[in-house]
Every structure is written in structure tokens, then in C-alpha cells.
């Protein structure tokens, strides 16, 4: 009998599917969030058996971060690989983190997240890139990446102008020091290739 077999077993609600189930979502999707109906159940069973993710994850080269203050639990790999992103996500990524930390000095945090009106994401992009933000195809394209990476959701109106994007608390860890110093190096290292290429 397996250890998943063994903890199904003992469980009077959850079968051994439901916790394979969790430790893939966290792995496929980084962060989960207790909030979220569809993370709630994977959230539930990692925080409760967190001693035998964090044994699977580390065989995978990953660790669990858990904030039980803002209810999500974060997989980051040991060496973090910046290749995954591509330099369109990066920058998207670097510009998001960085409103996150503003609204969180200016306390404008709600829950451990940051709204951000189209207006200032366009506004901060600029300022920080030096480019103008990607037409609405790219953008939601790039909005459905951070997304998936557990750091940023779209909430969307009639207006679509008035459409904002809400920066999840998971951005912290997903987007740690070490992390943004890597994203950085790989943005800047690529552009350079760029530039070269076109000289």
C-alpha cells in the first residue's frame, strides 16, 4: 500500500486521487490559494500533509512556501530557471512585481492583493521599460500567463478600459529577490542578443 493509498485510507473525505491531484496542481500552476474555490481542496490537503509534499517536491527540486497569513502555498524550484519565461513575460512579471510593492509601501493592499486600473498598468510600464504596453490580443495573452504562474488575474467589466488587474500576494515568493535579480539578467541578456542581431 502506498503512502497516498495509506492517507485515503485513513481519510473519512478525500481519495488517493484527490491528493495526487493536489500536488500536481501546485507544481502545474506554482501557487494555490485558499480563496479560490477551484485551489481549496489541494490547498487544504498540502497545508495539512505538508511534510510529505514538501518530501515529493524536493525529489522534483522544488520547496513549499506556505503564508498562512494570506492563504497560499508557493512551489518554487531550488535553482530558479528564468528560461521559462519569455521576455515579453518578464517584463510583464518585473512591472507587476514592482506595483505590488508600491501599493503595499502606499498600503493600498486588500486582502494581500493590489488592484491596478488599465490606466497605471500602461503608466508603469512605460515608466519602467520605456515601452508602450502590448495591444489588448498580446496583452491578454501575456495577462493569461501571469495568471497561470499564480501571480496576477484579470477582472474584467463592460468597459474594458475600466478592466484592472489584480496582483495576487503569491507574487512575493514567486517573484522572490534572487528570482527578480535572475529575471533581470535574463530580460537584459536577451535584449542585448537583440540589439546585436540587428547592428
Do not use: F
Not at 20 to 48: C, F, N, T, W
Not at 136 to 159: N, S, V
Amino acid at each position: 500500500m502506498s503512502h497516498w493509498e495509506r492517507l485515503a485510507a485513513q481519510s473519512q473525505t478525500h481519495a488517493e486521487s484527490d491528493y495526487h491531484k493536489a500536488g500536481y496542481r501546485l507544481v502545474m500552476e506554482q501557487v494555490l490559494y485558499a480563496s479560490d474555490p477551484r485551489s481549496r481542496i489541494a490547498y487544504e490537503l498540502i497545508v495539512k500533509h505538508r511534510k510529505d509534499y514538501d518530501a515529493l517536491l524536493a525529489q522534483l527540486g522544488m520547496h513549499i512556501t506556505h503564508n498562512p497569513h494570506m492563504g497560499y502555498v508557493v512551489a518554487t524550484p531550488n535553482q530558479y530557471v528564468a528560461e521559462k519565461m519569455r521576455l515579453t513575460e518578464t517584463r510583464m512579471a518585473l512591472v507587476l512585481r514592482r506595483l505590488y510593492d508600491d501599493k503595499m509601501h502606499a498600503t493600498e493592499i486588500l486582502a494581500g492583493e493590489a488592484w491596478v486600473d488599465m490606466i497605471e498598468l500602461e503608466r508603469a510600464y512605460k515608466d519602467l521599460l520605456n515601452r508602450d504596453l502590448p495591444q489588448k490580443a498580446a496583452l491578454d495573452e501575456l495577462l493569461q500567463a501571469m495568471k497561470r504562474y499564480g501571480i496576477a488575474r484579470l477582472e474584467e467589466t463592460d468597459d474594458e478600459q475600466r478592466n484592472q488587474v489584480v496582483i495576487r500576494p503569491g507574487i512575493v515568493d514567486v517573484l522572490g529577490e534572487t528570482a527578480l535579480l535572475q529575471l533581470a539578467a535574463h530580460a537584459n541578456a536577451i535584449e542585448e542578443e537583440e540589439v546585436d542581431e540587428a547592428a
